[in-house]
Nanobody, 125 residues
Framework: QVQLRESGGGLVQAGGSLRLSCAAT????????VGWFRQATGKEREFVAA????????NYSDSVKGRFTISRNNAKNTVYLQMNSLTPEDTAVYYC??????????????????WGQGTQVTVSS
């Protein structure tokens, strides 16, 4: 069982930035693919970004490409999501999740095994 905890959410004005963190206590986290997903009120959960175990591969949704950056620090057992140029359309609960594979940066939420509780991001216009 991998326990994940997101942090860094909050309220920000349009055009601003936030950095989300996803931390795990289990050392095996550093060998897994990690993804970020988000779910806005009344909408389905959607893929945001994913990163392979060593950061060698990444994947982004078209809606965040060029604005968001996913990265990881395996020494700290933490994955980050740097979000720049935020818009009100980015408002959602953001979740991190892991796949027990090292390289598969899938965009499908069905392929992820463990999920955090989420952190709220609200972007005001």
């Amino acid at each position: 069982q991998v326990q994940l905890r997101e942090s860094g959410g909050g309220l920000v004005q349009a055009g601003g930035s936030l950095r989300l963190s996803c931390a795990a206590t289990e050392r095996t986290f550093s060998t897994y693919t990690v993804g970020w997903f988000r779910q806005a009120t009344g909408k389905e959960r959607e893929f945001v970004a994913a990163i392979s175990w060593n950061g060698g591969r990444s994947n982004y949704s078209d809606s965040v490409k060029g604005r968001f950056t996913i990265s990881r620090n395996n020494a700290k057992n933490t994955v980050y999501l740097q979000m720049n140029s935020l818009t009100p359309e980015d408002t959602a609960v953001y979740y991190c999740a892991t796949r027990r594979v090292p390289w598969g940066v899938s965009a499908s939420n069905y392929e992820y095994d463990y999920w955090g509780q989420g952190t709220q991001v609200t972007v005001s216009s």
